[in-house]
T-cell receptor, first 115, second 114 residues
Framework: GAVVSQHPSWVICKSGTSVKIECRSL??????MFWYRQFPKQSLMLMAT?????????EQGVEKDKFLINHASLTLSTLTVTSAHPEDSSFYIC???????????FGPGTRLTVT | GDSVTQMEGPVTLSEEAFLTINCTYT??????LFWYVQYPGEGLQLLLK?????DKGSNKGFEATYRKETTSFHLEKGSVQVSDSAVYFC?????????????FGQGTILTVHP
């Protein structure tokens, strides 16, 4: 089956620093990827839509200058959390839409802890 | 805005018990409805879906029927196994320019004991 990976799976960073999270579709091309955020015991909240070759589309209330998204190729999207604060600590999950079938596949998630 | 509400968890059952996880939604229009499952350490996987009213999605012994009149999509399984222990998410999505954008419920943790 189609696989989406995320790297790293777990990261700790200090307040004020930036951290980059990668989302890769390993065996298919994905023009469109999504980034979600999940708080403990809460549902996943869509943050943004990442489109290869164009700017990301952010959901209402998501700071685009804080959560930088780059979809540099058909298999890679990155989310950079800039000037991280403890309230950015969360579980970040990406998904990718397979170009050929329009099926959606999810990555395993990245746990970010900001100290 | 659109929203999905799932029954509070966690749910703990014995093997071979009957499972129901309730899911209701609020949406403008007629969305597609989904159940996703997340096993420990893995990404969400599509379990089943239904795209229009009265459709029944089914997979691996799980079933859910799209009920427009009650805006519900309850997940059922007649006999659960220990391997069904996971977190289950109900979700909705629209097509067109919103294709792939999912609105999730809060998730229900299911634990099945031998």
């Amino acid at each position: 089956g189609a696989v989406v990976s995320q790297h790293p799976s777990w990261v700790i960073c200090k307040s004020g620093t930036s951290v980059k999270i990668e989302c890769r579709s390993l065996d298919f091309q994905a023009t469109t990827m999504f980034w979600y955020r999940q708080f403990p015991k809460q549902s996943l909240m869509l943050m943004a839509t990442s489109n290869e070759g164009s700017k990301a589309t952010y959901e209402q209330g998501v700071e685009k200058d804080k959560f930088l998204i780059n979809h540099a190729s058909l298999t890679l999207s990155t989310l950079t959390v800039t000037s991280a604060h403890p309230e950015d600590s969360s579980f970040y999950i990406c998904s990718a839409i397979r170009d050929q079938s329009y099926e959606q596949y999810f990555g395993p998630g990245t746990r970010l802890t900001v100290t | 805005g659109d929203s999905v509400t799932q029954m509070e968890g966690p749910v703990t059952l014995s093997e071979e018990a009957f499972l129901t996880i309730n899911c209701t939604y609020t949406a403008t229009g007629y969305p597609s409805l989904f159940w996703y499952v997340q096993y420990p350490g893995e990404g969400l996987q599509l379990l089943l879906k239904a795209t229009k009213a009265d459709d029944k999605g089914s997979n691996k012994g799980f079933e859910a029927t799209y009920r427009k009149e009650t805006t519900s999509f309850h997940l059922e399984k007649g006999s659960v196994q220990v391997s069904d222990s996971a977190v289950y998410f109900c979700a909705l999505s629209f097509g067109g320019t919103s294709y792939g954008k999912l609105t999730f419920g809060q998730g229900t943790i299911l634990t099945v004991h031998p």
